[in-house]
């Protein structure tokens, strides 16, 4: 079942996750469906609470994708062992090393991309959907997408990990005028019979 996705400023996306203690049938159903609404909306990982489920828990699926802008050259060799799609529950980075920069975006501000800092190498504890304990060490683009959905467990998004005066220029265009992509997508609506010649519309950027 494909969920619906907060976006900022949804208050709800400012709240702490809770552990999750008890595993079975409800935490695999809720995984299936976080993992099949990431899919539909092209993004390569999903937190729970950017669905309004206050649980430590992501998914994360950053495989080279065709016409993609990240391509199998760019996976390093600790993340072509890791098979994705990954179901991350309880998660705690461990240990660290090093600095790296990604152009982020994120399915709960859409439209919107900016540099963020992260680190480079991470070995993380968590939890699987059965509730196995497990430790991934990884680096490239799949450490960073861990660390900006985890962000997403403490009520934090890559906006506020950029610049003051870049955070609050974006925060407040979005308060005043909302989402581009909303806008365009009610002006088709309207213009029901318009050419559709802008629907191949920017998809090479990754959305987490
Ligand atoms: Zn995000």
Excluded at 24 to 47: C, N, Q, R
Aim: aromatic share 6%; hydrophobic share 35%.
């Amino acid at each position: 079942m494909v969920l619906e996705i907060l976006k900022y400023p949804d208050p709800r996306l400012r709240e702490k996750s809770q552990t999750v203690t008890e595993f079975g049938p409800d935490v695999e159903k809720f995984a299936k469906d976080l993992i099949e609404t990431m899919y539909a909306e092209s993004g390569i990982g999903l937190a729970a609470p950017q669905v309004g489920k206050l649980w430590n828990m992501l998914v994360i699926d950053c495989r080279p994708k065709e016409n993609g802008r990240y391509s199998i050259e760019d996976m390093t060799e600790l993340e072509q062992e890791i098979d994705q799609p990954l179901v991350i529950i309880n998660p705690k980075i461990v240990a660290h090393k090093g600095k790296t920069t990604f152009d982020e975006g994120c399915l709960s501000v859409p439209s919107f991309f900016e540099t963020v800092e992260r680190h480079d190498y991470i070995e993380l504890e968590y939890q699987d959907v059965k509730g196995n304990k497990k430790i991934l060490k990884t680096d490239g683009l799949l450490a960073i997408v861990i660390q900006h959905e985890m962000d997403h467990l403490d009520g934090t998004l890559f906006i506020d990990r950029i610049s003051f005066v870049k955070s609050n220029k974006i925060k407040n265009q979005i308060k005043k005028g909302g989402y581009p992509e909303k806008k365009r997508r009610e002006a088709e609506l309207v213009e029901v019979d318009a050419p559709k010649a802008e629907k191949k519309a920017d998809k090479k950027r990754s959305r987490e």
